[in-house]
């Protein structure tokens, strides 16, 4: 029996067409795995099921009900609810304040908050994601990335939930955090909860899913079952060609020069932090959720405050006291939480390419704009970003469009040291190799890069060294001809 029918659903914004009289049906109980590129218009499909944007036309059906002209508080009333793939939170309110916001449970006649209530109410949610060691009543805004992606998906789970949709929920998470979301969503899949799972990472879905939708430029080009089709496949449904080299291989470059070192780097968590990142080189960070690893990258980026850290850029001392002096020292960062550290989202593609590096278009104080239009478009155009125009608001892209736009930002401000922390993060499969060449291109053009990634097949294979964190503390230096996933994670809980 079907708990959701979308039929004919159409939806477009000026200059492109998002839902292209889209057809989709779940079952009581299925997860269905919904697959694209960036911009085939995944997200856009969910948005309309959750109220968030209406169709120009087509029906929806939920539950043998046919529905028009809802909106998100209603959908959530017919047991909708969705785990976006841009977090949505507030930063100062605690972790049980943001499972609660909007039902918050209240005592006494002058129906007061009943913290001590709503803290307890917490606990349980928590535990089931994997946060039971944290205090319900901490501010969001002091968790780390992964952290914050676990309190989403526990928003979720405090409701009464006919229809769950699962955006991308494992971008920040590690493995083991991974398997314990698996197993909440198999339990809801128990309890008759039908589940709609996006996501790039092709071999989750094998994992969970029971059914997959592909979408391609807006459309659903195909529909299958999971125990029928296969990874190859999957990808040429997405991209309309095959794609041979997951890991496109590096020329033969020649390791050169330090280009960047840190010593002695300690904050209240960090103990004794040291390793150097050379010239054509990618070194890898890895490490379990909390491990320290994008601690560290804020500290070399001045967004965090340390206590003592040497630490030298192509041979000169290095100590920036805030992010715009370590870009004029050559030092660029594609943060790992894009939506708050890496753009503006009501400004335009071509702001928030340039803005980190103005003084590249304005050599005598005037701004050339000429100039910055034709660089700002070089960038959409050598990462294949897809944009109605280049003075659209980034916020009217896909999220792996935007995660491109962030890249591009950083790349034009012509680095020496390049920090990448998660940076394929919530991007497609076709995606994912343009940001691999791009790394090998900036290895090529004798720049450092320093990567931090969950995923192990990503950085095994496109690291040359990797140092493993363990609660603040690295734990081993591993060299390519030693990688494997065994060591990694030995050293990661603290081997």
Same mark, same amino acid.
């Given at each position: 029996?079907?708990?959701?029918?979308?039929?004919?659903?159409?939806?477009?914004?000026?200059?492109?067409?998002?839902?292209?009289?889209?057809?989709?049906?779940?079952?009581?109980?299925?997860?269905?795995?919904?697959?694209?590129?960036?911009?085939?218009?995944?997200?856009?499909?969910?948005?309309?099921?959750?109220?968030?944007?209406?169709?120009?036309?087509?029906?929806?059906?939920?539950?043998?009900?046919?529905?028009?002209?809802?909106?998100?508080?209603?959908?959530?009333?017919?047991?909708?609810?969705?785990?976006?793939?841009?977090?949505?939170?507030?930063?100062?309110?605690?972790?049980?304040?943001?499972?609660?916001?909007?039902?918050?449970?209240?005592?006494?006649?002058?129906?007061?908050?009943?913290?001590?209530?709503?803290?307890?109410?917490?606990?349980?949610?928590?535990?089931?994601?994997?946060?039971?060691?944290?205090?319900?009543?901490?501010?969001?805004?002091?968790?780390?990335?992964?952290?914050?992606?676990?309190?989403?998906?526990?928003?979720?789970?405090?409701?009464?939930?006919?229809?769950?949709?699962?955006?991308?929920?494992?971008?920040?998470?590690?493995?083991?955090?991974?398997?314990?979301?698996?197993?909440?969503?198999?339990?809801?899949?128990?309890?008759?909860?039908?589940?709609?799972?996006?996501?790039?990472?092709?071999?989750?879905?094998?994992?969970?899913?029971?059914?997959?939708?592909?979408?391609?430029?807006?459309?659903?080009?195909?529909?299958?079952?999971?125990?029928?089709?296969?990874?190859?496949?999957?990808?040429?449904?997405?991209?309309?060609?095959? *794609?041979?080299?997951?890991?496109?291989?590096?020329?033969?470059?020649?390791?050169?020069?330090?280009?960047?070192?840190?010593?002695?780097?300690?904050?209240?968590?960090?103990?004794?932090?040291?390793?150097?990142?050379?010239?054509?080189?990618?070194?890898?960070?890895?490490?379990?959720?909390?491990?320290?690893?994008?601690?560290?990258?804020?500290?070399?980026?001045?967004?965090?405050?340390?206590?003592?850290?040497?630490?030298?850029?192509?041979?000169?001392?290095?100590?920036?006291?805030?992010?715009?002096?370590?870009?004029?020292?050559?030092?660029?960062?594609?943060?790992?939480?894009?939506?708050?550290?890496?753009?503006?989202?009501?400004?335009?593609?071509?702001?928030?390419?340039?803005?980190?590096?103005?003084?590249?278009?304005?050599?005598?104080? *005037?701004?050339?704009?000429?100039?910055?239009?034709?660089?700002?478009?070089?960038?959409?155009?050598?990462?294949?970003?897809?944009?109605?125009?280049?003075?659209?608001?980034?916020?009217?892209?896909?999220?792996?469009?935007?995660?491109?736009?962030?890249?591009?930002?950083?790349?034009?401000?012509?680095?020496?040291?390049?920090?990448?922390?998660?940076?394929?993060?919530?991007?497609?499969?076709?995606?994912?190799?343009?940001?691999?060449?791009?790394?090998?291109?900036?290895?090529?053009?004798?720049?450092?890069?320093?990567?931090?990634?969950?995923?192990?097949?990503?950085?095994?294979?496109?690291?040359?060294?990797?140092?493993?964190?363990?609660?603040?503390?690295?734990?081993?230096?591993?060299?390519?001809?030693?990688?494997?996933?065994?060591?990694?994670?030995?050293?990661?809980?603290?081997?």
């Amino acid at each position: 029996m079907n708990i959701l029918e979308m039929k004919d659903i159409y939806k477009a914004f000026p200059g492109i067409v998002a839902n292209d009289h889209v057809n989709l049906t779940l079952e009581k109980g299925e997860v269905l795995a919904l697959i694209g590129e960036n911009g085939a218009g995944k997200s856009t499909l969910m948005k309309i099921l959750s109220g968030a944007q209406k169709p120009d036309s087509g029906a929806i059906i939920v539950d043998g009900k046919s529905l028009s002209g809802y909106n998100t508080k209603e959908a959530i009333a017919l047991g909708i609810g969705i785990v976006y793939q841009e977090l949505n939170y507030l930063g100062a309110l605690s972790i049980a304040e943001n499972l609660y916001i909007g039902r918050v449970p209240t005592k006494g006649r002058a129906r007061k908050i009943d913290y001590a209530r709503m803290a307890e109410d917490a606990k349980a949610i928590m535990k089931e994601v994997g946060l039971e060691h944290l205090n319900p009543m901490t501010p969001v805004e002091q968790l780390s990335v992964a952290q914050k992606q676990l309190v989403e998906i526990a928003r979720a789970f405090t409701r009464d939930l006919k229809i769950l949709v699962l955006d991308e929920p494992t971008s920040a998470l590690s493995d083991t955090e991974t398997e314990d979301l698996f197993r909440l969503i198999r339990r809801f899949k128990a309890n008759g909860v039908s589940i709609i799972y996006i996501s790039h990472r092709l071999n989750e879905i094998f994992e969970v899913a029971d059914s997959v939708m592909i979408m391609r430029d807006g459309k659903n080009v195909a529909r299958r079952k999971i125990s029928e089709t296969c990874t190859e496949e999957l990808v040429r449904d997405m991209v309309g060609r095959e *794609i041979k080299d997951m890991y496109p291989k590096r020329g033969n470059i020649s390791i050169g020069k330090e280009i960047f070192r840190v010593e002695n780097l300690r904050t209240d968590f960090l103990k004794d932090v040291a390793f150097d990142v050379r010239e054509g080189e990618v070194v890898g960070l890895f490490g379990l959720m909390g491990a320290g690893r994008t601690e560290i990258c804020d500290c070399i980026m001045a967004m965090k405050k340390y206590e003592r850290a040497d630490m030298v850029v192509d041979g000169k001392k290095y100590a920036p006291r805030k992010p715009s002096e370590a870009l004029a020292s050559g030092v660029a960062y594609v943060p790992a939480e894009r939506k708050s550290d890496g753009i503006c989202a009501v400004s335009s593609v071509k702001d928030n390419i340039t803005i980190a590096n103005l003084r590249k278009f304005a050599p005598k104080g *005037i701004m050339n704009l000429k100039h910055e239009m034709e660089i700002a478009k070089g960038w959409v155009s050598k990462l294949n970003i897809k944009v109605p125009q280049i003075l659209a608001p980034v916020d009217t892209l896909s999220g792996g469009n935007q995660q491109k736009v962030v890249v591009a930002k950083g790349l034009n401000t012509e680095p020496k040291l390049m920090i990448l922390n998660e940076p394929t993060r919530g991007v497609d499969v076709g995606a994912k190799v343009e940001i691999y060449n791009l790394i090998n291109d900036l290895c090529e053009s004798r720049k450092a890069v320093l990567m931090i990634s969950s995923e192990l097949p990503e950085i095994m294979s496109m690291a040359d060294r990797i140092f493993v964190i363990h609660e603040g503390r690295i734990t081993g230096e591993i060299l390519k001809n030693d990688f494997s996933q065994e060591t990694l994670l030995k050293y990661a809980i603290g081997g």
